[in-house]
């Protein structure tokens, strides 16, 4: 919502380095990750808006990642549609499961709201490994390619960072017009929202049906990327943590869960044999930070920046211009 | 009378309680209507009621001729009906510039895909509401700080954002709900031209007071309750003068 | 017939054991605690270690096992609720509990491993079947819980004091209330109370580090049922809940139990939102 000339072109910067990055790197195994880490962006830049701007504490936000998949891979691989209908697809199945989970369970406070999604994301995992006549239960199934030049491991990659481009772009959009300034008073003060009347139960679920069909043409890349789709991909354990990234990187911004989710990807990948731990050692920085930095570290930047340029809480004094709210009013009634 | 916000012979209880019994009270367009009463007279609770945050028990809210004592906090917002809350209700969060737009959410006609795409509506609403949010913003006193963060202005910053914010909505109707609270001599003037400004633009303005020099200097008329009842209504030298009034303020 | 009820109203008492857990937290915190089940989880397998694997007497197990809980339930108030509880954004509490709840569960896996391991025998009996203590252990124990726990609210000082808590806190601290070390302690009871449940419920369920999750959910929706804040609910919900699931599996298979589930929470909260037993509060401006 600021006007800054340094942030586009530092993303513009960003940009540019991510569309070149498979010749910066010759290394296939990194542009793996930074592939799988772009898949994980599509499903977090929306997620984002719904956790980190709308405050809705989806934590089961894995179950339409999975369903996303499957679907995918049932109606590219089994069905033998076109791998782009299909991920499309994937993304409207996903939508209205999104739309059929939101309607009752976004009316409901948010400690309610949170079980909801985490009882959703447990059931997904449970009929994944059940229902064998629809997804091979624990052996999985392979997941298609996309057709030239998408299937090579740069081609794949370019179509991801162009997905991944465009969703960032739209959710960077609502963030800084009306919407989003609705979305963060939903969040901070419903009272507030609803007496500028922000439709409140309206824009949750608007949020979470769109957050819904990223999360299935997430899904779907997903597959691909990992050209083989088991259960056990889709844990609850991943679902904490996409919300760890969105937490620490800050909530009600777009850069920072950006951060935190391409750090808490390549964490496990670059240190192996400590993988394990991964979750745990999710589980202790979601706690410290929400224990000392409930604003992730957006919030510590904006802070920071606040502070260098001395915007301490000095008193204002408020001197009214009369004549000119005079007219401001009288334009307008 | 057409065009006004009306509270017609409205009751309210809470469990055995009556806290507002068959009171009735006509704002106007362009007038600034003072609501005073002693603590637990049923003004808050007044307010509350014509606003929507709690429902009548028995009589009824007209607007404009239209019975709206159905219609939800935001439907009565989306009908021009803007208030502000005894402790102020901002997003932290937001700067200062950003709370006042938020006023604005009422004139937006953009959904949420139309926005995902930088269409050109919001782009344009976003445009106009941010102009008229500064004019106001400069109009109140606030120009200074549009850039800070709420939740780092002092208290009497955010009574006027507050202010600003209903402003930005365009209301026909505000209803501030004991604004004075916490403030200077110098910036009770200021409420009071403000609000002044406002009448004069044509908005009904209710001021719900304990500062009762204030509601007589600024106010046309007066509304005075005691105990859920009103005393007395009219113009606000009739009621400051009210014997029974002296009595409930003055008295034992 | 006769096993499937009485497999239903254990887990029942076992699910409506971990609603009066999070009642408890909730009476003086106003916090649903996402480690509400992981109290049992800690509670199970510290018993199971140390009686199993460490030839404990099981009467010592037992006690150790309550300390585990009081300790798990001290620490999460220190860690995750105090400060939150100070500060003013209320829903943090959802993310610190969550966070908190995870680290346990993930140290758990690694500390002990991730096969359900049986727990041991409490009474010394021979034949197994609709008698055999596994069922009786939670059920009895749940009504035991409820009882004591409303004569706890009733009769004693700090019961009483809890009550006054859950209604106004900022009453009771006017009034002299030292309204943090009363939430310690019951998050203190909490735990203990919750690795009692675990103890009683751990022939049913084995010990297993997964069991905090599904215990903490299942009983969420207990609680939820039977309206917050009732004991009698909490039982009535868990009982509900149980039979729900045992009689789910027993028709249709295991595979579908928390669907069902869920599906009875979400009826339940669109239809009813206090709760069989719960009253509505409105409170906002």
């Keep these: 919502m600021k006007h800054n000339r340094i942030r586009p072109a530092l993303v513009g910067l960003f940009a540019l380095l991510a569309a070149l990055l498979p010749w910066l790197t010759g290394n296939i195994y990194y542009l793996h990750v930074a592939t799988v880490i772009g898949v994980y962006w599509v499903l977090i830049a929306t997620l984002n808006l719904l956790v980190g701007f709308t405050g809705q504490l989806s934590v089961g936000h894995v179950g339409l990642l999975a369903i996303g998949a499957y679907a995918f891979c049932l109606l590219a691989g089994g069905q033998g549609w076109h791998p782009f209908l299909a991920l499309l697809s994937g993304g409207a199945i996903c939508a209205v499961i999104g739309l059929l989970l939101g309607l009752p369970s976004l009316r409901l406070p948010g400690f309610y709201f949170a079980m909801a999604t985490l009882a959703f994301g447990l059931i997904v995992s449970e009929l994944a490994l059940a229902e064998q006549w629809l997804t091979n239960g624990s052996v999985g199934m392979p997941a298609p390619s996309f057709p030239a030049p998408f299937d090579t491991p740069r081609g794949f990659y370019w179509l991801v960072l162009g997905i991944a481009g465009l969703v960032t772009w739209m959710t960077s959009n609502v963030a800084r017009f009306m919407w989003g300034r609705a979305m963060v008073a939903l969040r901070d003060s419903t009272v507030a929202a609803s007496s500028v009347a ?113 915007d301490a809480p000095s008193a204002t004094s408020i001197e009214p211009d009369l004549p000119s709210l005079r007219d401001v009013i009288r334009g307008q009634t | 009378m057409s065009g006004a916000l009306e509270a017609r012979a409205v009751i309210r209880r809470f469990g055995g309680l009556l806290a507002v019994d068959g009171v009735s009270l006509e704002l106007r367009p362009g007038e600034i209507h003072g609501l005073i009463g002693p603590n637990g007279s049923g003004k808050t609770t007044l307010l509350n009621l014509i ?51 938020l006023g604005g959410w009422r004139s937006v006609r953009s959904g949420f895909l139309e926005t995902a795409i930088a269409a050109p509506r919001p782009k344009r609403e976003e445009a106009e509401i941010r102009a008229r949010a500064i004019d106001i913003l400069r109009g109140v006193g606030l120009g200074q700080v549009m850039d800070k963060r709420a939740d780092l202005l002092e208290h009497t910053a955010q009574r006027f954002l507050e202010i600003a914010r209903a402003l930005t909505s365009r209301p026909k109707f505000v209803l501030l709900d004991e604004p004075a609270g916490g403030l200077t001599g110098t910036e009770i003037q200021h409420l009071a031209d403000i609000i002044g400004v406002m009448r004069d633009g044509g908005i009904g303005v209710l001021l719900v007071e304990h500062h009762t020099d204030f509601v007589f200097r600024v106010c046309d008329r007066v509304t005075a309750l005691n105990l859920g009842r009103v005393i007395v209504h009219g113009s606000a030298t009739a009621v400051r003068n009210d014997p029974e009034v002296i009595r409930v303020y003055l008295g034992a | 017939m006769l096993l499937v009820v009485v497999s239903g109203l254990a887990l029942g008492g076992l699910y409506g054991m971990t609603a009066l857990v999070y009642n408890v937290m909730y009476s003086t915190s106003k916090v649903l605690s996402f480690g509400t089940g992981q109290f049992a989880m800690v509670g ?128 009771a601290r006017a009034r002299g209330v030292a309204t943090d070390r009363m939430r310690s302690l019951s998050y203190v009871l909490a735990g203990v109370l919750g690795a009692l449940s675990g103890f009683a419920g751990g022939q049913l369920t ?76 409105v409170r906002q401006v």
């Design chain 1, 198 to 310: 922000v439709p409140i139960y309206r824009t949750k679920l608007i949020v979470f049906v769109f957050s819904g069909f990223t999360a299935g043409i997430a899904g779907g890349l997903y597959a691909t990327s990992q050209t083989y789709i088991t259960p056990d991909a889709f844990i609850v354990n991943l679902g904490i943590y996409f919300f760890v990234a969105i937490i620490i990187g800050g909530r009600g911004v777009i850069i920072g869960p950006f951060i935190g989710a391409a750090v808490l990807a390549a964490i496990p990948e670059l240190v192996g044999p400590l993988a394990k731990y991964g979750t745990f050692f999710y589980g202790l920085i979601l706690l410290i930070v929400v224990l000392v930095l409930p604003g992730g570290f957006g919030e510590l930047i904006t802070t920071l920046a606040a502070k260098l340029r001395r």
């Design chain 2, 51 to 101: 606003s929507g945050y709690y429902t009548v028990d028995e009589g009824s809210i007209v607007l404009a001729g239209q019975d709206v004592t159905g219609h939800s906090v935001r439907d009565r917002a989306l009908s021009g009906v803007a208030r502000t809350f005894q402790t102020p209700k901002l997003v932290l969060s937001l700067p200062v510039l950003d709370n006042a737009m």
């Design chain 3, 44 to 171: 199970g397998i510290c018993t199971a270690w140390l009686v199993l694997d460490l030839h404990w007497p099981l009467w010592a197990g037992f006690i150790a096992c309550l300390v585990s809980g009081a300790v798990f339930g001290w620490l999460s108030e220190v860690i995750a609720v105090r400060r939150i509880v100070a500060a003013s954004d209320e829903h943090l509490w959802v993310l610190s509990t969550l966070a908190l709840s995870t680290m346990v569960q993930e140290a758990m896996s690694l500390v002990w491993g991730t096969d359900p391991t049986p727990f041991p025998r409490v009474l010394p009996q021979e034949f197994a079947g609709a008698f055999d203590q596994k069922f009786w252990l939670p059920m009895i124990l749940a009504v035991l819980m409820a009882v004591g726990l409303e004569q706890f609210y009733r009769r004693s000082m700090i019961g009483k004091l809890f009550i006054a808590m859950s209604e106004d806190s900022f009453a």
């Design chain 3, 206 to 281: 084995f010990a297993d580090f997964a069991l905090g999750t599904a215990l903490g959910l299942s009983g969420f929706i207990a609680l939820a049922v039977g309206g917050i804040g009732s004991s009698v609910g909490a039982l009535v919900g868990g009982a509900i809940l149980g039979m729900l699931t045992s009689l789910t599996t027993h028709y249709f298979g295991a595979e579908y139990q928390k669907t069902i589930a869920i599906g009875l929470l979400i009826l339940l909260l669109v239809v009813r939102p206090q709760g069989l037993f719960g009253t509505t509060q």
